[in-house]
């Protein structure tokens, strides 16, 4: 096959020339170029008379009037013209006097003259028109045809003898001029050698040499008739025979010459063929078309050309020199190997990671740059990475092993291995990254993933993990897993004194004690601003979770040594155990969270055990937060009121607003089991303000019928956290008209307890709209003497508790009377709660007491029972209940 390519080649690019038609293109071209360089003269019997433009200057704008061209005629005659010929449309007929003329004038010079007749396409794509001249002209005249063909190159090149119009086969113009006949001959090439400028040009007006029209177009036709010069192809014969030569000159000395010889035998074959066409062509009317034979000669040069050239080679080069810049741009490390594994090529970058410059490395083996793995393993292999690259999708294996840099550093590498088949044999491949930044980094985010950032501490999900496994490892062993949530008591007042980074420092002193006191036997983690939990599997523990759990509140009671200060701080410990406190490490989180919620509210410095009885009563607020805020929609509450009365004649002075609830099933629910929950809710404010507004509209309905009742509200903490409430208090007395000194608020030590210079000026403003303000449960907290002189109180109600044992417990008669007696010396009223019999009454009316309240003078009862009991009648004193 590769013996025979070239000659392939030729056939196929003349079957490509031949079927497209460059061919004739190409011999056109050759033609003319052989005309081009054996001109002749034309032998001057054949004039030209041209309409030229300085015959329209003169004479007018065309078409003349045929009177001119009988004229014209004449003149020419008398000249001695032996034919004229006249390529103008003589078809149709003109002003009547200038065709006369014109026929006179056909008539005088005795038939000599050739008028010309033509095909003319119709415009709608139909059968041709047939031009003739008018019959009074074509009998005085010789008709000729004027038709010629344009070839694709816009040129006219071939003359036909004549052509049928009709029936009749009509000569042509030039054949008629040259005195020869048209014997259905073919038609003959132009010969083009005759120089066109050569034919005598006559003007209407002068003599003009000028560009080539038709007339000298018919004239040169009429001249190569003269000159015997209508000219012909040669047979393809003659081609196909050099086309066989060549063919044969060829394979005969494709392998024997070398390239040049068969170069310029291919050059000197095709010179020799235009010298012969041309000399023949010069001499003979004969036109040899050599236009295959010359595209043959360049389809074997262009073989010989690919023959000689190595594209392989070549196009290898060309890759080589873009892979060696591209190596040399990158900034990772590009080494490349032979078959050997011996450094072909080290890039700037590999430079850069490995320290060894390209002279120092190249040609040692690429397990140079390998360090021995530490456990004893193989170093990576590049022949078995390269070879595995070829069947992956991709092309490359990555693999990770540990470098060594000249200086003898290791260090992880990633390499990416990949293998080719070069010039040169197999060679294989490797980008090298050092990855020594990206492991720290992974290893930091890892780390910062999984511990806390301030204490070092495990992070939630880090402990979540490890109650996991512990949990896991105590299933098989039948075995226990405990958790304590560990909390602060005091941390807040730290932040808030001292500052967040003082805070700082306390919780960093705590995190190194657990770490300290669990000795590396469990799971330390801070789970959030100052909460911490220790996993432990309880194996692991040598005394009980509870004696463990004590140990580690018990390890606080020591000063924590936080910078250059010494800080107490207490502990509370909830404790979950598995299986008991959860099955989960979510179960054993969420119980321990709520054993710690119990351990700050009852055993604050120690630690609660979970037991399922606390997530029973979480349960049970729950369920009883859903239903108070369903009573609100439905208006379950209800307000009673129980009777104040002046002690020393039982007369009614007010009555203290309390709220029921009227459950749809359970009945009337004790407010001592859902008022703590409507404190602690964010219904607390709602149902504050709907108690103050009932009971001063109910307290307004009373001052209407004439009974003026003052009605006591307890206040709740929600009222005064969330907005103005003596702004609230004017806005209610002005809704309802209630007048000012008939409402009571009660404050408890708790309230006051918030913000005490905002609720001092919050309760100056209530005591000027005239509404009294009394302290409630006075007796039960720790500065309520202290509350006397700073707040403006009008009253203040002795707590039940020392009330119930007044007559039995002297300690309980002292602390009353002295604080009759206080409170007398202060100017405020004393309301004593709890009074069940009428010796209590008599008793606290001997000791200066004025108002009380009691069951001995009415429970608590609906507005319309107390109507009834307090107010119908004009009843003005309390009855025993």
Known sequence: MKRYRPHILVVIALAIVLSTGWHGSLRNALTDLRFAWQSRDASGNVVVVAIDAPSIDQIGVWPWPRRLHAEL????????????????????????????????????????????????????????????????????????????????????????????????????????????????????????SIRAASIPAVSYVDVLRGIISGSILQALAAESILQNRMLRWTSDIGMILGLGAICLLMMSSWRRFAAGIRVAILVAAGVAAELVAALVQARWPLVIDTSLFHIAIIAYLTAIALDEIDFRSLFGRIAESRFHRIAMSLGDGLVCTDEEHRITVWNPGASAIFGYMPVEIIGRPFETLCALPVDGGARPSMHDAARQALLVPGGAVVVEFEGRRKNGETFPVEASFSGWQGTDGFQYGAILRDISVRKREAERIRYLAEHDALTGLANRNMLHAGLADLISAAERRSSGVALLVLGLDGFHEINDMLGHSAGDLVLRAVAERLRREVDGQAVVARLSGD???????????????????????????????AGTRQHRVGISVGVAVYPEGGQTADDLLSNGHLALSRAKATRRGSHVIFESAIRQELENRLTLESELALAVERGEFELFYQPQVRLIDGGLVGAEALIRWRHPVRGYVSPGEFMPVVNTSALSERIANWVMETACRQARAWELSGNNVRVAINLSPSQLQSGDLAHSVAALLDATGLTPSLLEIEVTEDILLHDERRVLAMFKRIQELGVRVLFDDFGTGYASLSYLKKFPLDGLKIDRSFVF????????????????????????????????DEATADFLVSMGCEEGQGYFFGRPMPAEAFDRQFLAAGHKAASAA
């Not at 029936?167 to 006949?181: E, F, H, I, R, W």
């Not at 599997?537 to 140990?551: K, Q």
């Not at 602390?815 to 709660?833: D, F, P, R, Y």
């Open 805 to 836: 044992g007044l007559l039995a417990n002297s300690d309980d008669a002292a602390i009353v009377g002295s604080t009759i007696g206080l409170s007398k010396q202060l100017g405020l009223t004393v309301v004593a709660e709890g009074i069940e």
């Open 531 to 561: 909460e911490f939990a220790i996993a432990i599997d309880c194996a692991e523990v040598g005394e009980s979770i509870a004696a463990f759990a004590e140990r580690i509140a018990q390890a606080f009671e020591a000063p924590l040594a």
């Open 73 to 192: 005629l004449r003149r020419l005659d008398a000249a001695g013209a032996h034919d004229v010929a006249f390529d103008v449309d003589f078809s149709t007929p003109s002003d009547p006097a200038s065709d006369e003329a014109f026929v006179g004038a056909l008539r005088e010079v005795g038939g000599s003259t050739i008028l010309p007749s033509f095909k003319q396409p119709a415009p709608n794509g139909g059968a041709a028109h047939v031009n003739r001249p008018l019959r009074q002209f074509s009998n005085q005249s010789w008709p000729a045809v004027v038709n010629v063909a344009v070839e694709s190159d816009g040129l006219v090149r071939r003359y036909p003898f004549g052509e049928k119009l009709g029936d009749a086969l009509m000569p042509s113009m030039a054949v008629v001029l040259a005195g020869q006949d048209v014997n259905r001959r073919p038609p003959f090439l132009l010969d083009f």
